[in-house]
């Protein structure tokens, strides 16, 4: 008796502790999990891409020489050239290539079988997250301009002549969401999540990956 008396009262005190402690830890675990969110707008979050592409006619695949001023961050970026260093590709065939990212060290891959062709520092999403899983590459296109955020929040960008796109999607995130990799001007913080999404790249890189990898190249997010 004296023992079930023991465990009796054991059990109530140790009840009782848990139930003043549990919700502290969901406090704590909630107030992690909202600091580690990237500060995005509800307005923001309706796409989480670098820009929605609701039909063809958005993609304009020309570079225009008039735009040469664009918007970053409530700065003022002058557009360069686009040049092109390689021969402009598009119907290689896929064989055995896939393109690899790896969010953690902030690298892309590029695999032709088992072997590592490319190599190259990249920066992806801040404040959207770049999304994760299996992925083809869907639409290529050699410049296109993206904008989106939001001046009052001071995450507005107007970016014309975004080069070397590539854009990748998969049943559950198609390529209209906006989800690319391209090159990049208005910033040269690589190896830091700087993008609203998608998979900024050194220009030069960009292009590489642009001519070496066809529509249809299975594209891995980890």
């Not at 695949?61 to 002058?78: F, H, K, M, S, W």
């Not at 559950?172 to 700087?194: E, K, L, V």
Request: charged share 15%; aromatic share 16%; proline share 6%.
């Amino acid at each position: 008796m004296a023992i079930y008396s023991y465990f009796k009262n054991h059990t109530i005190d140790l009840v009782k502790k848990i139930f003043w402690v549990l919700p502290f830890f969901i406090l704590t675990f909630f107030l992690f999990w909202s600091l580690s969110k990237p500060n995005i707008s509800k307005d923001e979050s309706s796409f989480l891409g670098c820009i929605p592409v609701s039909d063809q006619n958005q993609l304009s695949d020309q570079y225009d020489p008039a735009e040469t001023v664009g918007e970053y961050l409530g700065l003022r970026i002058n557009i360069p050239p686009l040049i092109d260093s390689f021969a402009y590709v598009l119907g290689d065939s896929v064989g055995s290539k896939r393109i690899e990212v790896n969010l953690s060290n902030q690298h892309v891959y590029g695999f032709d079988g088992n072997s590592k062709i490319f190599d190259f520092v990249v920066s992806t999403g801040k404040w959207a997250r770049t999304p994760t899983g299996n992925f083809t590459i869907e639409r290529k296109v050699r410049a296109q301009k993206m904008s989106g955020g939001r001046k009052e929040l001071g995450t507005y960008y107007y970016l014309p002549n975004v080069p070397w796109v590539m854009f990748f999607g998969n049943k559950q995130i198609p390529w209209s969401r906006g989800f690319s990799f391209h090159g990049t001007y208005w910033h040269n913080n690589f190896g830091q999540p700087m993008s609203h999404g998608c998979v900024n790249m050194k220009t030069p890189e960009a292009e590489q990956l642009f001519n070496w990898a066809p529509i249809g190249t299975p594209v891995i997010i980890y």
